[in-house]
């Protein structure tokens, strides 16, 4: 697959199994972060190179599970690869801690 989006239905094949997925994350050019259902754990997040995943179009039977693993866990602080520029600090405003505060009434 050429880029991959947040929320995107895929299939993940390596060492010769193909499993449904979904992109969770891609914190790299060289790694996407994905959910995938574990017969033996349910769903998991996996993190596969993206020249292991291809497109799907068709819903799966566990994609309803992926999808309210892929809610209740927090989104990555980094931010996605590729985007923006790598300079600053992330956030304009309140750089500094507000000063003392003295107790003059």
Known sequence: MESTA???LVTVTSDGRSVDGIVFDTPSAKKVVVVVHDPGR????????????SERTAESPHDHAL?????RTPQPAHRPAGGGSGAGRGRAGHTRGAPHRTNDH
Not at 42 to 53: K, S
Not at 67 to 71: P, Q
């Open 42 to 53: 349910g769903p998991v997040f996996r993190t596969v190179r993206p020249d292991a995943l």
């Open 6 to 8: 947040l929320g995107e």
């Open 67 to 71: 999808r309210l693993l892929i809610r």
